[in-house]
């Protein structure tokens, strides 16, 4: 049986293994000086640091990988900002006389960002209540440990909005979306933070 394992399937074993520990990521290269005919110089590299965070996926249950993220997230938001630097903004819903709104009023944008949040693949699919929530509805859905559309059920980010201010909860659910849209490619990193400070990389 060792000579079939070692010898014979060796090889296959081998390659099957290397697949199941092998994750392989893309890192873009500088991108040079750039100048003008003159030989002026237009644009340089600069180095620049950012946070990222990736899911490995080692958890008991949905529960505990709420809470391990989550509470991630919250202590890297708490590193980032103490030092002066921000965290990104790339989410459809904004804070504005702190109450939730969309970023777009309406429109194609608006109702894209509301299939995707309700996991349909075509804006048709959403159903008459689905199709025109408030903000709040949309953080509400976000944040709860498991959500139903008309599809189904599926778990939530586990958020108890009420253990944090309107503005840290936007931040921790902008981190979480976007770890959400990734959830088929684990491994992907989501930026939290970019062109942080050298006392960011330090705590980090």
């Avoid at 491994?187 to 939290?192: C, K």
Wanted: hydrophobic fraction near 30%.
């Amino acid at each position: 049986r060792l000579f079939q394992l070692q010898i014979i399937d060796g090889e296959e074993y081998l390659e099957n293994y290397t697949l199941s520990i092998q994750k392989t990521k893309e890192v873009q290269g500088t991108r040079g000086n750039i100048y003008d005919r003159d030989g002026e110089l237009l644009a340089t590299n600069r180095l620049a640091y950012s946070v990222t965070i990736e899911d490995d996926g080692a958890y008991e249950d949905n529960d505990h990988k709420n809470e391990v993220i989550n509470d991630t997230i919250n202590r890297i938001i708490d590193i980032v900002e103490k030092h002066g630097d921000s965290v990104v903004n790339n989410f459809s819903i904004v804070l504005e006389d702190d109450e939730f709104q969309f970023l777009y009023a309406e429109g194609y944008r608006r109702s894209r960002f509301i299939a995707d949040v309700y996991g349909y693949s075509s804006i048709d699919s959403l159903s008459p209540k689905e199709l025109n929530p408030s903000p709040q509805d949309i953080m509400d859905f976000l944040c709860a440990k498991t959500r139903r559309n008309s599809e189904g059920t599926s778990y939530g980010f586990g958020i108890n909005q009420e253990d944090y201010s309107k503005e840290r909860l936007l931040k921790l659910v902008t981190v979480r979306y976007a770890m959400h849209l990734n959830s088929y490619k684990k491994y992907i990193p989501v930026t939290i933070s970019s062109d942080v400070s050298d006392e960011t990389v330090a705590e980090v």
